[in-house]
């Protein structure tokens, strides 16, 4: 099993902490998360950095997490376009992220369901795309997902697929 790079392990904690810490978001809201399945059996449950209530994380087992995705809520009163802009530009502000390709935001319409969606490519051959939606008035779903390399690519169906059970 291939350990998980360092860069990649710092990424993930940088931006799961800052989503906690930053201001303007509200504290994690704890939700039944009855339809966050395991896309399918090559993936495992990973240990949540906190509150596993608010946060789920898998991984495909062979991938030893060089590839992870993180189920996240929250509650704001923003709508989820306004969080992930706001998640946006402070993740261009930091030093971590400087020189990474930051892209504009856009929507996807999966299973009827619009999600706002913006991607990150990392210098260090770290890509991200981050999902978020409204599931209440004031709750929004963010999903990341993480890969190192042909990872993100590899494992990027098995995502869009995941996407799918909670549009």
Same mark, same amino acid.
């Given at each position: ?57 898998? #991984? ?84 990341? #997902? ?8 590899? #494992? #990027? ?11």
């Amino acid at each position: 099993m291939k350990k998980l790079p360092k860069v990649l392990v710092f990424c993930m904690v940088a931006f799961v902490g800052f989503a906690a810490a930053h201001p303007s978001f509200a504290a994690p809201l704890t939700v039944p998360f009855e339809k966050v399945k395991l896309p399918n059996a090559e993936w495992t449950w990973g240990k949540p950095d906190k509150d596993a209530s608010t946060t789920r994380i898998m #991984y495909p087992i062979k991938t030893g997490q060089a590839v992870n995705l993180r189920v996240h809520t929250y509650d704001v009163p923003v709508s989820a376009q306004s969080f992930l802009d706001q998640v946006r530009a402070n993740l261009a502000s930091r030093d971590d992220y400087k020189g990474a390709e930051i892209r504009l935001m856009t929507t996807q319409n999966v299973g009827g369901t619009t999600w706002d969606v913006f991607e990150v490519k990392r210098k260090d051959e770290i890509s991200q795309e981050i999902w978020g939606r409204k599931t209440d008035p004031n709750v929004v779903l963010m999903l990341i #997902y993480t890969g190192a390399g042909t990872y993100f690519k590899d #494992y #990027y169906p098995q995502f869009k697929d995941f996407v799918k059970t909670l549009s």
